[in-house]
T-cell receptor, first 115, second 112 residues
Framework: DTEVTQTPKHLVMGMTNKKSLKCEQHMGHRAMYWYKQKAKKPPELMFVYSYEKLSINESVPSRFSPECPNSSLLNLHLHALQPEDSALYLC??????????????FGPGTRLTVT | KQEVTQIPAALSVPEGENLVLNCSFTDSAIYNLQWFRQDPGKGLTSLLLIQSSQREQTSGRLNASLDKSSGRSTLYIAASQPGDSATYLCAVNTGTASKLTFGTGTRLQVTL
């Protein structure tokens, strides 16, 4: 099973709301990633978790707060977002972060619209 | 800083044609290169992974080659089908901890 699942599929939120995106994998992978993809652009890395610890933060604004409660689950907490944060948010996982030759597997994404 | 370019940006071909998508990168010190497919509004599906020590990988009608020294990879699709219509992205894994740098993609349309 090479599946990464993400919920919800679509999310519309106001600028004062607090919401969370969820990502799950059951492949035993120990590295998990959040990417942001704007329309007609390639994905851009936001965060990397390795063995449930945050290892990379690509200078993402604090209104995005990642969390990795266990090795299978990755959350992205959203608060006080701006309309320009509207995008497709993609989660990915790989077997390991340090061993860089492992393939990354992506989920279907959450389409976020901030009004 | 690694930069990844894909040419062409868009391509339309009739069904049954063989085609080649190109990917070039500026820093040849890569660990691996992945080709992905993305349907509109959807996530990324991994097609092929080529390690830096490999020259090519094959999966069904897909064949990807890697020339690390010249900073190039190609994705060859044989006997294209309308179901192949999608955006194809290449991504290189360079330097820091499995960070993928993506190309801008090639939007492929296969017509009947």
């Amino acid at each position: 099973d090479t599946e990464v699942t993400q919920t919800p599929k679509h999310l519309v939120m106001g600028m004062t709301n607090k919401k969370s995106l969820k990502c799950e994998q059951h492949m035993g992978h120990r590295a998990m990633y959040w990417y942001k993809q704007k329309a007609k652009k390639p994905p851009e890395l936001m965060f990397v978790y390795s063995y449930e610890k945050l290892s990379i933060n690509e200078s993402v604004p604090s209104r995005f707060s990642p969390e990795c409660p266990n090795s299978s689950l990755l959350n992205l907490h959203l608060h006080a977002l701006q309309p320009e944060d509207s995008a497709l948010y993609l989660c990915a996982s790989s077997q390991d972060q340090e061993e860089r030759w492992y393939e990354q597997y992506f989920g279907p994404g959450t389409r976020l619209t901030v009004t | 800083k690694q930069e990844v370019t894909q040419i062409p940006a868009a391509l339309s071909v009739p069904e049954g044609e063989n085609l080649v998508l190109n990917c070039s990168f500026t820093d040849s010190a890569i660990y691996n290169l992945q080709w992905f497919r993305q349907d509109p509004g959807k996530g990324l599906t991994s097609l092929l992974l080529i390690q830096s020590s490999q020259r090519e990988q094959t999966s069904g009608r897909l064949n990807a080659s890697l020339d690390k020294s010249s900073g190039r990879s190609t994705l060859y699709i044989a006997a294209s089908q309308p179901g192949d219509s999608a955006t194809y992205l290449c991504a290189v894994n360079t330097g820091t901890a499995s960070k993928l740098t993506f190309g801008t993609g090639t939007r492929l349309q296969v017509t009947l």
